[in-house]
């Protein structure tokens, strides 16, 4: 497949290395130098894998659309404009894969989370909180991949109804904490605990590099090629 890349960066150079492994092209490299580029450029691409920032990613989506490009995107944080790019894709019979995160280990570890917060809805003296830790690039803070985990939680739960940003180990009555660290060179470390008085049950996801998140949004790619519909990555996995 010929596959741009929208969103240039360190993930996106590592997307670029896996795509060329498993046999596709690189059809366009999207930077903040060419961050005006049309639907026009995009014509010789199969499908796009979106990476860039929250506040482009919406321009970027309808670009795709326009040229009739099924798009995966990884960005987050964009998500308040979900419903109305979702109704245009499906409208438009465009294709769309969005995901939190691209990682099949963080998808099957909300796999495990959604499990693990069932069971823990009747024992109500363990305390749920969760902590993530990024690179001191990422600029949005709890990450797109905690929200989600913490989604997962609050979903199962009866006594939690949303989720905060814990500073300093601040607490808020039936709001589940997420406490966010930025420590150089980390790709993502995330960590449901659950807490009591005589002892802690801990589940983590720690990526060791980026490779995971840019395998998984190249096989996002590639699932998405001659669809149309709003996937997930659950999709992707048969989940």
């Not at 109305?84 to 570890?109: D, I, P, R």
């Not at 009747?122 to 913490?150: Q, R, V, W």
């Amino acid at each position: 497949m010929n596959i741009a890349i929208i969103g240039y960066g360190k993930m996106g150079k590592e997307i670029e290395k896996i795509a060329l492994e498993r046999g596709h092209t690189i059809s366009l490299k999207v930077t903040s130098q060419n961050a005006d580029y049309a639907p026009a450029d995009l014509q010789s691409s199969d499908v796009a894998i979106e990476f860039s920032i929250p506040e482009a990613a919406k321009q970027n989506i309808f670009k795709c659309f326009e040229a009739n490009v099924p798009v995966a995107v990884g960005t987050t944080a964009w998500y308040a404009d979900f419903e109305e790019v979702a109704a245009k894709c499906t409208t438009e019979n465009q294709a769309l894969l969005y995901a939190s995160n691209f990682s099949l280990g963080v998808n099957l570890f909300w796999q495990m989370t959604d499990k693990l917060s069932a069971l823990m809805e009747n024992h109500k003296e363990y305390t749920a909180s969760i902590n993530e830790i990024h690179h001191t690039e990422k600029l949005d803070a709890p990450s797109g991949t905690a929200i989600t985990t913490a989604e997962k939680i609050i979903s199962n739960s009866s006594n939690l109804n949303d989720w905060f940003l814990s500073e300093n180990g601040k607490t808020q009555e039936l709001s589940l904490p997420i406490s966010a660290e930025r420590i150089p060179n980390v790709p993502g470390t995330h960590t449901v605990t659950y807490a009591s008085d005589i002892d802690k049950i801990e589940l983590t996801h720690e990526a060791k590099s980026r490779k995971g998140f840019a395998l998984g949004s190249v096989l996002a790619a590639e699932f998405l090629h001659k669809k149309q519909g709003v996937f997930t990555m659950n999709d992707l996995l048969g989940i």
